[in-house]
């Protein structure tokens, strides 16, 4: 008598062992970064070259510091992921391991230093 | 079970065989400028914290990002930025199922590749 009921093959995550998870967290950063790229681009471009009293006083500001630090963020998130998809396709073994540990620990390390730069700014 | 042997297996070569398609290109430029964005976050919160931080600090990383490399570095950075945010609202129509004929796909990626270098050039222009 078959156990394996059709249901029980088709659910669950398969030999990948993840599920859609990445590409959705992809999509959904996509989204997001769709809206908050433009600002970023016009916030940093337009702060730099200036002095740094004006960069001061343009990160200073509620909205500039919260578009710029949530763009990092997202963004950097995105990247690592990003990075992720490309280590997986091009190394393998322990340099892909240790590659991928590199890239998100990369990613933590921009993120943080961001949002403290933005946050020393602003408060 | 005992140790496997690593046998070097070999790989259908692709790059060898195909000729570059817009589509191809098209991908491999999007993966490209994604990752090499790294260098324009390294640079611009290097920046802020140096804002942060101290007048000294700050001439150093301004004189850095305002010479004419950083310029390079910068205004190329643009045109990574612009190029795969194109190329992901393009992955994202795909994804939602539509566009995926060959016709539509290169129409799609000739807008990527042309829209880049105008959305670029504005921003150089405005910003």
Not at chain 1, 27 to 42: E, M, N, Q, Y
Not at chain 1, 73 to 100: P, S
Not at chain 2, 72 to 79: F, P
Not at chain 2, 82 to 101: E, K, N, P, S, T
Request: proline share 3%; net charge positive.
């Amino acid at each position: 008598m078959r156990y394996l009921t059709a249901r029980k093959r088709a659910e669950g995550k398969g030999a990948s062992h993840t599920g859609t998870e990445h590409h959705w967290y992809m999509t959904v950063s996509a989204v997001g970064l769709a809206f908050l790229i433009p600002t970023f681009i016009f916030i940093v471009g337009g702060a730099l070259g200036g002095t740094r009293e004006e960069v001061l006083a343009a990160f200073a500001r509620p909205f500039p510091a919260i578009l710029t630090g949530l763009t990092l963020y997202v963004g950097m998130m995105h990247f690592k992921k990003g990075a992720q998809m490309m280590i997986e396709d091009y190394w393998q073994g322990t340099t892909r391991k240790a590659l991928i540990m590199l890239v998100i620990g990369l990613s933590y390390t921009i993120t943080a230093t961001g949002l403290f730069a933005l946050a020393k700014i602003a408060l | 079970m005992a140790e496997t042997k690593q046998v070097d297996r070999p790989l259908s070569p692709h790059i060898q065989i195909y000729r570059p398609q817009l589509t191809s290109i098209t991908s491999i430029l999007t993966r490209i400028t994604g990752n090499a964005l790294i260098v324009a976050a390294v640079l611009i919160v290097w920046w802020l914290l140096a804002a942060s931080t101290s007048e000294a600090y700050f001439a150093t990383a301004n004189a850095v990002l305002t010479s004419w490399f950083g310029d390079l570095v910068l205004s190329l950075s643009v045109l990574g930025v612009w190029y795969h945010y194109l190329a992901g609202l393009r992955h994202l129509y795909f994804d939602a199922g539509h566009g995926l004929d060959i016709p539509t796909a290169e129409k799609l990626g000739w807008a990527c590749l042309v829209g880049s270098v105008v959305l670029t050039v504005i921003t150089l222009l405005i910003v």
